[in-house]
């Protein structure tokens, strides 16, 4: 099964708007959850972070919420603009330093 | 400081060919991951090494695929008798690695293999 599991695939928002993705991870060791932002034709690049001993984490109008009861961490996107169109991956990481990325969510802001 | 890199940025090989893809890691990082992104697939884990030694190998399909790393400046992923379904982005990306906790991956910009 799927290690990390990512929805929605696709997030269509209108500018202005918020958006928010959600992931849920399968091992309950996972201590570290970030998030990366992929533009078109262009590596993955990390955007925020939080690790296990954190519920909440927010910078420059991101927001990253982890609920390790559940097994759920989310990113919320506040004030959307065009320029935050591009695919976004949670992942997860346990054993040491291998990362498990999610499947992505395909974020598209309409102006 | 130029990132991580990854040559070529594209290879077209024909079915059955080798093809070697390069890597140089950010210097000072001492953990390097190779990923293949498809559509299909995703971000696809495959090997990392740490200190030059390979500590993770199990997302590598066994057969044809090769990763080493013979010094800390690069790594290379071979693949033997390349297939059309192994056409995809390499990408390979380095980290510090403290203390053995997870730290930011710096991914370069790929290598786009295509297999006819």
């Known amino acids: 099964g799927e290690q990390v599991e990512q929805l929605p695939s696709i997030l269509r928002v209108q500018e202005g708007s918020s958006a928010s993705i959600n992931c849920t991870y399968e091992n309950s060791a996972s201590n570290y959850f970030p998030w990366y932002k992929q533009e078109p034709g262009e590596n993955p690049k990390l955007i925020i972070d939080?690790?296990?001993?954190?519920e909440r984490k927010q910078t420059q109008g991101l927001i990253v919420l982890l609920d390790k009861k559940a097994k759920r961490f989310s990113l919320h996107i506040t004030d959307t603009q065009p320029g935050d169109s591009a695919m976004y991956f949670c992942a997860a990481s346990w054993n040491n330093n291998r990362i498990f990325f999610g499947d992505g969510t395909q974020l598209v802001v309409k102006p | 400081n130029a990132g991580v890199i990854q040559t070529p940025r594209h290879k077209v090989t024909g079915k059955g060919q080798e093809a070697t893809l390069w890597c140089e890691p950010i210097s000072g990082h001492s953990a390097v991951f190779w990923y293949r992104q498809t559509i299909v697939q995703g971000l696809e884990f495959l090997t990392y090494?740490?200190?030059?030694?390979?500590?993770?190998d199990s997302g590598m399909p066994k057969e044809r695929f090769s990763a080493q790393m013979p010094n800390q400046s690069h790594s290379t992923l071979k693949i033997q008798s390349t297939q059309p379904q192994d056409s995809a982005v390499y990408l390979c990306a380095s980290s510090l690695d403290v203390g053995g906790s997870a730290e930011t991956l710096y991914f370069g910009s790929g290598t786009r293999l295509t297999v006819l």
């Open positions: 939080i690790r296990s001993n954190m």
């Open positions: 090494f740490r200190n030059q030694a390979p500590i993770d």
